[in-house]
């Protein structure tokens, strides 16, 4: 699973990773989400994404983990947007106020409906109701923007420098590999990554899966179907089954039983930590050795098992790769 050659080195390019966080509903929480993202940062990862509450609930929270992350790493954070809840008019305020702050990748979604709503109903949608209207929406905020701003010279009052604004780097969307609640069907899956697509998308990440052979169908019907642009595999470790049955509940994709099993009967904490990391990371390697380009986890806002599954899986940090390179030719 680790993917080295008979003498132990690492023959596996590594794949880029990336990583989601939600932001903290306490003071004690975020202190303790600047660890995790410092952790995180050390395996440098493309981007580390952070959610954001429907109608900007948690916009406040969202935009200083995403600034954190803008002034104490040198990860790419990527900013969550959603439809429901939001109208155009704020969606389009919302980028302009992301881009100002250096955030420049996006999470473009739909949404889910407010708590109690019809699933199936479009509660909270207003005027902006698709994902590829938003994608659209973040071009189209760029394109009406200024090219060049002006900021002040630091101890010259009145002088001020041309710098170039902030431009959108990476507009992602969400696929569905075992199907989006709302879908009539498995093609209309790949219909609207699609859409997604055309509007402007340049990669997507999947919802979570719990089988290999469910992302890699869905790849290959989404190549079959027109889709070009990168399909990350979204993929979190669990180890409590707590969290897996509130993962199905909240999802609706059905828990492995293998891995319910696993935990349930399993009475020791580590033990079952071990568990969910193994699961992850042979999901990973799985989709790896299909042809996955990278892998994005999500975190629970905790470094600990992510980190092990990259471990487990054998890849390691730049930092790592070069004092084994360098240890290697001592």
Request: charged residues 25%; glycine residues 8%; hydrophobic residues 40%.
């Amino acid at each position: 699973m680790t993917g080295s050659d008979v003498d132990g080195t690492d023959c596996r390019p590594r794949p880029p990773i990336s990583f989601e966080l939600f932001p903290p509903r306490t003071d004690a929480a975020a202190l303790a989400l600047g660890r995790t993202i410092d952790r995180l940062a050390e395996v440098c990862p493309a981007f580390i994404s952070v959610t954001f509450g429907a109608g900007g609930s948690s916009r406040d929270r969202s935009l200083t983990v995403l600034r954190y992350m803008l002034e104490h790493t040198d990860v790419q954070p990527m900013a969550h947007l959603t439809c429901v809840g939001s109208s155009h008019a704020e969606a389009n305020r919302l980028v302009r106020e992301f881009l100002d702050a250096g955030i420049t990748s996006f999470l473009a979604l739909r949404g889910d409906p407010p708590s109690g709503a019809d699933a199936d109903a479009d509660a909270g949608i207003r005027d902006l109701g698709s994902a590829a209207e938003l994608v659209q929406l973040i071009h189209r905020v760029q394109e009406e923007r200024e090219p060049f701003g002006q900021s002040g010279i630091p101890g010259m009052p009145g002088a001020t420098r041309i710098r170039e604004r902030p431009r959108p780097e990476r507009v992602a969307v969400a696929a569905f590999p075992t199907g989006h609640p709302r879908s009539r069907g498995l093609s209309q899956d790949v219909d609207n990554l699609l859409a997604k697509e055309i509007a402007g998308a340049n990669l997507a990440i999947t919802q979570l899966f719990w089988h290999a052979d469910d992302y890699l169908a869905f790849v290959e019907r989404a190549r079959a179907g027109g889709v070009t642009i990168p399909i990350l595999p979204g993929i979190m470790p669990v180890t409590t089954p707590a969290r897996l049955a509130r993962l199905e509940e909240l999802t609706g994709v059905p828990a492995p039983s293998e891995l319910a099993i696993s935990l349930e009967i399993e009475p020791d904490a580590d033990a079952q930590f071990d568990l969910g990391v193994e699961y992850a990371a042979r999901l990973a390697d799985e989709v790896l050795a299909g042809g996955a380009p990278g892998l994005h986890l999500y975190t629970f806002n905790r470094h600990e098992a992510v980190l092990a599954v990259l471990d487990r899986l054998g890849i390691r940090t730049p930092a790592q790769l070069t004092t084994e390179r360098n240890t290697r030719q001592r």
